[in-house]
């Protein structure tokens, strides 16, 4: 099993080498504008730690592009990611975990995330409704607009339905 962790400065080169598949993306210019929002406060990074290297990661956005959650102040879910030869481990599962961990700690009640809608999300879109996520009941975003009757959008990365989660505190004696 992975360790998970918080971003670290080596990761910024260590990440973009990784050959994780077609969802692991980024080069140097993007881990390196979320460490310097790690390191600022605006994102928490995560990294999962395997034997072998990272195997995965994720963002906690503490204020979302997605209006209703950063009128709501919802931290938000971002790009959440496990290399094609770790997947099948719990690594996806315990990534999210930390992260509503971290939300919790913070004193946030729910937590947001947003995710694609066609097969390369399909993955995610299983994993957040397995972990209690349901939709938002505002319908489709394209490019962080929403989507009306009739509007012809592209199917593509910005096709986005989002989802909430009602946070709960671990009992007594329960760690996170």
């Known amino acids: 099993m992975a360790v998970i962790r918080d971003l670290a400065r080596d990761d910024v080169e260590a990440i973009p080498a990784v050959s994780g598949g077609p969802a692991w993306n ?10 310097e929002e ?3 406060g605006a994102r928490t990074c995560l990294v999962a730690q ?11 956005v503490w204020r979302s592009q997605h209006e209703p959650f950063r009128r709501s102040g919802l931290p938000e879910i971002q790009d959440l990611v496990v ?7 719990g690594i996806g599962s315990a990534l ?59 199917v593509d990365d910005d096709l986005v339905l989002w989802l909430r989660k009602r946070l709960s505190a671990p009992g007594p004696g329960i760690a996170h």
């Open 83 to 89: 290399a094609e030869f770790a997947r099948g481990r």
């Open 26 to 35: 980024g080069g140097r210019s993007k881990w390196s504008r979320y460490w």
């Open 96 to 154: 999210v975990a930390e992260s509503e961990a971290r939300a919790i700690d913070l004193g946030h009640a729910e937590m947001g995330i947003g995710f694609g809608l066609y097969a390369d999300y399909g993955a995610a879109q299983r994993l957040y409704v397995q972990k209690g996520y349901v939709p938002d009941g505002l319908g489709l975003t394209w490019n962080n607009q929403s989507a009306h009757a009739c509007d012809m959008v592209r």
């Open 50 to 60: 395997g034997e072998a290297g990272v195997v995965g990661y994720v963002s906690i």
């Open 38 to 40: 790690h390191a600022a």
